[in-house]
């Protein structure tokens, strides 16, 4: 197989893109380009140029709405926690057809291809302590389903070394059984949506929990999107993007110093399969 270059990941990711898009507007869907996707938008007017990564963010609402309805004119797959297909709290759409994608961490069963995220945004408390536990709680939920997912081969660092995290990786790998690791997933999406979105003054991106306490954000923010270039086309972008991402990365606009322009997913390769080189 052949590997692919950054420019050809970024195309077949903005495929993808523009496919969900037009399903958004034909089901009246609310969604926002999210993370270093929102960045790209706004700073380079498309992808950052060495982003490996595209995103986007829906209300709840609109996102189990997605989840239940969608169908690419295209041929894309959706793999998700609903459909039982992930081993992920949020959604991805995949390219299954032409493109492999080979991960040091394992999301799936079987094989995919090129993916962009899709996040759900849930509701979060106003109250500042309870904010605070809140996230907190959601962040370990997180943390157990990411630690569910790490492949054998890695398993053995974990039993040599004594790090806090690898002591923590050993209690739940390894003293729990299969049945109780798996439900990790189910009781982190319970939580999720434990306050609607939409129903207090904050929300929060808690599938994907990496960033904790900086993915708590002000509804007012996303109130309305608004059309912005990426690339090639107009996508959606949420009302308060400029707050989000102060919030969530400081100074967006300020590019990174060379030495941290890395992809994303730095332990990923991808390659066109055979039949379409």
Excluded at 11 to 30: G, M
Aim: aromatic fraction near 12%; glycine fraction near 6%.
């Amino acid at each position: 197989m052949r590997e692919m270059t950054i420019t050809d990941i970024q195309s077949e990711e903005l495929k993808i893109l523009k496919d969900f898009h037009a399903f958004c507007l034909k089901k009246n869907l609310t969604y926002s380009l999210y993370g270093g996707t929102m960045i790209g938008a706004i700073r380079h007017q498309g992808f950052i140029p060495w982003d490996d990564d595209l995103d986007v963010a829906m209300p709840r609402q609109d996102y189990d709405r997605f989840v239940k309805e969608y169908i690419s004119d295209n041929g894309y797959i959706l793999h998700s926690l609903e459909y039982g297909n992930s081993m992920l709290a949020f959604a991805r759409i995949c390219e299954m057809k032409k493109t492999l994608v080979k991960q040091s961490l394992p999301w799936c069963e079987h094989e995919t291809g090129i993916y962009i995220d899709v996040f759900p945004l849930d509701g979060a408390p106003d109250n500042p302590t309870e904010a605070k536990r809140f996230v907190q709680q959601l962040h370990q939920k997180w943390m157990c389903v990411k630690l569910n997912r790490v492949s054998l081969r890695n398993m053995k660092k974990y039993r040599k070394q004594k790090t806090k995290m690898n002591i923590l990786v050993r209690k739940m790998l390894f003293r729990n059984p299969i049945s109780k690791r798996i439900d990790w997933l189910s009781r982190l999406d319970n939580a999720c949506r434990a306050i609607p979105f939409g129903s207090t003054g904050h929300f929060i991106n808690a599938a994907f929990g990496e960033y904790g306490v900086k993915e708590y954000q002000l509804t007012e923010d996303f109130t309305h999107t608004v059309m912005k270039q990426f690339e090639d086309g107009e996508f959606c972008v949420c009302n308060g993007y400029d707050r989000l991402m102060r919030t969530k990365y400081g100074d967006y606009m300020q590019m990174p110093p060379e030495n941290k322009r890395l992809l994303k997913h730095r332990g990923s390769k991808y390659y066109w399969k055979e039949e379409s080189q």
